[in-house]
């Protein structure tokens, strides 16, 4: 991500939403939204994208920073399959389906 310098005054960055600073740095996103590299790297380490117009940034970009957001994303998932959070079809459990797997197991008689 390049670094540019900032030549207009009354420019935010729109994480911390701190005033750019003229002739100070910050940081273009391939997107073309700047912010200040500390804002910005911090953020996507945990998001991986555009806080403004949500803009995926490749992963190699994302992990410059230490790829902490992934490592955590990673983990989380492999966490989830061994506790069986996730089922074979990648759906949630806790339906609402009843354990029987019948929806008329309530007090109502069936005809």
């Excluded at 729109?14 to 910050?26: A, K, R, T």
């Excluded at 970009?61 to 966490?79: D, K």
Aim: net charge negative; with cysteine; charged share 25%.
């Amino acid at each position: 991500m390049p670094k540019i310098k900032v030549r207009e005054s009354g420019r935010d960055c729109s994480i911390c939403l701190e005033e750019f600073e003229v002739d100070g740095e910050g940081r273009e996103m391939p997107c073309k939204h700047v912010f200040h590299s500390g804002c910005i790297e911090k953020w996507l380490q945990i998001h991986g994208s555009c806080p403004v117009c949500r803009f995926l940034m490749p992963a190699e970009t994302v992990e410059v920073g230490g790829g902490r957001g992934l490592e955590f994303l990673h983990s989380l998932l492999a966490y989830a399959s061994r506790t069986n959070l996730i089922g074979a079809a990648g759906s949630a459990r806790g339906s609402h389906q009843p354990a029987s797997g019948r929806a008329d197991d309530d007090d109502t008689p069936s005809n």
